[in-house]
């Protein structure tokens, strides 16, 4: 079955059957920071993370006093790729962006989906920064647009989830997850593929696993490892192997073809900002990275939702 050109439900054309058009997504930042950064959790954030707090394409919040002006600057950088009047949805990606309280977030994100050219809204958290009156806010604001909430989960195993400072046990996820979809959120999940010590097989049971939770989307990460960052120590140690362009290619359509056809599949890869990107390089080269997957699943006749259907 082919979703548009692409054997699986991308998020391309999951934007066009809902909106009817193309859509982008604007990365913002909501001047948050990050339990993991403040002392709460940590100082140091996970060791993959960067200065930037996964939002280092995004415009910074310091820059403007109106998330209006910060929606503008970003639609000029999308606009210098592609000409592209609109619809826009507003992505929170920097830091933890539901890491403040109502009174904050509610005029922050009521006026960024108040934006006319703004037609839905997308943060980026952590599942243990969702207390109930945020779950209440981000349904309220369901309502008038769509909205989403990005979880970075990034692995089931709890080995993994303390080497990297992960931050919580696997339950809360679950929780987070629950409450979010009995409010009628759509709920999409970063996972990071090759993360050190994961075998292939963890990394399939963590893709089986958000298949068995309904997850609504997912997120494909490639692990890459960015300047200033723990993992590049470990990286530089030999303690942090990297996948090859073709192992990746490979692993990303096993993960896609375990999928029910219901998950919309958000990335496939990902990269850093050339100047932070220490490896691998290839990751650099999207065209590269996505031709290769591309033609991984022609090869192997995998489609979406493929290997679920055998194993029943």
Known sequence: MLWGDKPYRSL????????????????LDGGMTCPNRDGTLGEGGCIFCSRGGSGDFAVPAGEYKDIWQQIDE????????????????AYFQSYTNTYAPVSYLEPLFTRALDHPLVAGLSVGTRPDCLPRDVVDLLIGLNSKKPVWVELG????????????????????FEDALRRLKEGGITVVVHVILGLPGETKEMILETIDYLGRMEVD??????????????????????????????????????????????????RISGDGPKHLLVAPKWSGNKRLVLNTIAKGFKENGIYQGKFREISR
């Open 12 to 27: 391309d054309y999951e934007l066009r059957r809902q909106f009817g058009k193309k859509v982008y997504k604007l990365a």
């Open 153 to 172: 989960l990034q692995t089931i195993h709890e080995s993994t989830a303390r080497l990297i400072r992960r931050g919580y046990p696997l339950p809360v």
């Open 217 to 266: 989307g997912v997120k494909l990460q490639l692990l890459h490892v960015l300047k200033d960052t723990d993992l590049e120590n470990m990286y530089e140690a030999g303690e942090c192997p990297l996948f090859t362009l073709e192992e990746y290619g490979e692993l990303v359509t096993e993960c896609i073809g375990r999928l029910p056809q219901s998950v919309v599949i958000h």
């Open 74 to 89: 970003a639609r000029k950088k999308v606009q210098k790729k592609i000409p592209q009047d609109g619809p826009f949805i």
